[in-house]
């Protein structure tokens, strides 16, 4: 079994700056994908950014140039800068992770309990 601990969100202004964290724990052998999704009220989950063991890097197309991901391979952890902050970046924010099992070798995708931004003046 895998946790999740997401730490990072809170209330922010208009073209402020948050980073978000996520470690994971547990019986991991490796975790081959790391990502971050969110979900604004009344809209589905959308993916945010995505980042590979290896560092390549996936965005949604409206976030590129505002958001960045990255990661800590030792750490287990995963990091989102987010900055230029609008009001429609609020939302919840989701840790993702693709975890592969130390004593199955099988591979799970896990969420975290999510994290509250909210971009208000």
């Known amino acids: 079994q895998v946790q999740l601990v997401e730490s990072g969100g809170g209330l922010v202004q208009p073209g402020g700056s948050l980073r978000l964290s996520c470690a994971a724990s547990g019986s991991i052998f490796s975790i081959p994908n790391m990502g971050w999704y969110r979900q604004a009220p009344g809209k589905q989950r959308e993916l945010v950014a995505a980042i590979t063991s290896g560092g390549s890097t996936t965005y949604a197309d409206s976030l590129k140039g505002r958001f960045t991901i990255s990661r800590d391979n030792a750490k287990n952890t995963v990091y989102l800068q987010m900055n230029s902050l609008k009001p429609e970046d609020t939302a919840v924010y989701y840790c993702?992770?693709?975890?592969?099992?130390?004593?199955?070798?099988?591979?799970?995708?896990?969420w975290g309990q999510g994290t509250q931004v909210t971009v208000s003046s």
């Open positions: 993702n992770v693709d975890a592969v099992s130390m004593s199955t070798r099988v591979r799970t995708r896990y």
